[in-house]
């Protein structure tokens, strides 16, 4: 089914991109608390800042006892390179890949650091591989939640509680929105400006014990630029674990995520969040399921992210662009065309910052455009 009288209710806040996200709800950037400004990030205030997104962080998610996170540079991308460059190479590696990202860290270890002892594990768009054939003897490299495939981990049964390799997992669309088992987690990555609407060029790096011992007894063959340089004479540099970051951060973009980690706390902290996202899924699960024309990329329910949610259309390429478009001039949703390498298709951000009745609002205007294109 799908509607030709154009919709007159519009979502009060468009901005369906799957990264940078909408900001939280209520957001107005001249309520942030920017002090730091002008101020030097090694300058007392500006530690006492650094450190806080390190440690509300660490209690907002509520990491086992031991685990570090860090502030580094480059977002996801940079903490997620930092990692393996630091890491990788002491024992074989299992990498695996089901969409964009975790096909360019395949490639970053494959022609870039050149290992050799690698084994994959890899699936098309909207399937996951069989991740059972992992081996807990190798350190694993892999995604909870694929951005640009809407697929993701339903959970963690196949990583064994006594493995000996560490696993790394990108997780930057999955923190705050999905429950993870940190306890079977070695490395996790993310970036602000997923499921906390916060901004770019910023990553975070959290270390399980295990982790930061690999860290302290292996050293990688290869040169390491100082960027990337998390140890100091056999040593964890605790500091980047307090917020004495490596490079220079922007103190403007610190103070945007503090505000975000607040706002998580004020709606009843990670459950909160979770239940948000889950909830905003449910709108567009429904819609869904009375329409013969549109489905889910996700080949499987359990696999259905709650994040950035994945759709393919009965409609040639050139025809869902349209839609992108007509939504987009109608300023309903914006960014919502499918990342350039995934199947043709709309991506729909549904993290804890989007407002279920935006979405409510948005299903109609989804049903219209059909109906404009497809005639």
Request: with cysteine; aromatic share 8%; proline share 5%.
């Amino acid at each position: 089914m799908s509607i030709t009288v154009k919709p007159s209710l519009k979502p009060a806040n468009p901005n369906f991109s799957s990264g940078p996200c909408a900001k939280r709800p209520g957001y107005d950037v001249t309520h942030l608390d920017i002090t730091t400004l002008g101020r030097s990030h090694r300058s007392s205030i500006g530690k006492l800042a650094l450190g806080r997104a390190c440690s509300d962080t660490a209690k907002l998610l509520g990491l086992p006892e031991g685990y570090r996170v860090g502030v580094v540079p480059a977002s996801d991308t940079g903490a997620v390179e930092m990692i393996m460059w630091s890491v990788l190479g002491a024992r074989p590696v299992d990498v695996c890949a089901w969409e964009s990202f975790g096909s360019g860290w395949l490639t970053d270890i494959v022609k870039q650091l050149k290992l050799s002892d690698v084994s994959t594990h890899v699936a098309d768009y909207g399937l996951l591989p069989d991740l059972t054939k992992t081996n807990p003897d190798h350190d694993i490299v892999f995604t909870w939640n694929g951005t640009t495939s809407g697929v993701k981990v339903p959970n963690a049964d196949w990583i064994s509680d006594d493995r000996n390799g560490l696993t790394i997992c990108d997780a930057t669309s999955a923190v705050f929105a999905m429950q993870l088992p940190w306890e079977k987690l070695d490395v996790v990555t993310y970036s602000w400006q997923k499921v906390l609407g916060g901004e770019g060029a910023h990553g975070m790096l959290i270390l399980s014990p295990r982790a930061v011992e690999r860290l302290e007894s292996y050293t990688p063959s290869w040169p390491m630029p100082k960027i990337f340089r998390m140890t100091k004479g056999g040593k964890l540099i605790e500091g980047i674990f307090r917020g004495e970051t490596i490079n220079t951060p922007s103190m403007l973009c610190v103070a945007d995520y503090l505000d975000a980690l607040d706002w998580v706390g004020s709606i009843g902290g990670l459950d909160a969040a979770i239940a948000k996202s889950e909830a905003n899924l449910e709108v567009i699960k429904s819609f869904v399921a009375q329409r013969s024309w549109i489905h889910f990329l996700a080949q499987k329910t359990d696999q259905i992210s709650n994040t950035s949610v994945c759709l393919t259309l009965d409609l040639e390429a050139e025809q869902v662009k349209k839609i992108v478009k007509l939504l987009d001039s109608e300023a309903v949703a914006f960014d919502i065309g499918a990342y350039r390498d995934a199947p043709a298709g709309l991506r729909i951000w549904c993290g804890a910052t989007v407002e279920e009745s935006d979405l409510d609002a948005l299903m109609p205007w989804i049903d219209w455009a059909y109906g404009q294109v497809s005639e």
